[in-house]
């Protein structure tokens, strides 16, 4: 629900150019939401995200991303399945 919430309010900002792709693949990830024109990642991440093996990965994720020029917000709290 979190993401489907997110998804709602991130298209409206297609009517000011910004274009917003959901599941959208950068080299071998696949982030929840994409904002290409300012090179933002927004990922909804749920309580499974505070595994100590799952936060690796996230960090590990998020420095490929931000090496590449992507800014990564980091967006925790939400319930799996809220």
């Known amino acids: 629900m979190p993401e489907r919430i997110a998804w709602q309010t991130l298209r ?6 910004f274009t ?3 599941q959208y693949p950068i080299e071998s990830y ?3 939401f994409a904002i290409r024109k300012t090179r933002l990642v927004i ?6 995200h505070n595994l100590e ?3 690796a990965g996230d960090k590990i994720r998020n ?3 931000e090496a590449l020029g992507w800014k990564v ?3 925790t709290g939400f319930l799996v399945g809220a």
């Open 43 to 48: 990922e909804i991440d749920g309580g499974v």
């Open 20 to 22: 917003v792709g959901r």
């Open 63 to 65: 420095e490929r991303l």
């Open 53 to 55: 093996h799952v936060k």
């Open 30 to 32: 696949i982030v929840d």
């Open 73 to 75: 917000p980091t967006i």
């Open 12 to 17: 409206k900002l297609r009517p000011l150019g």
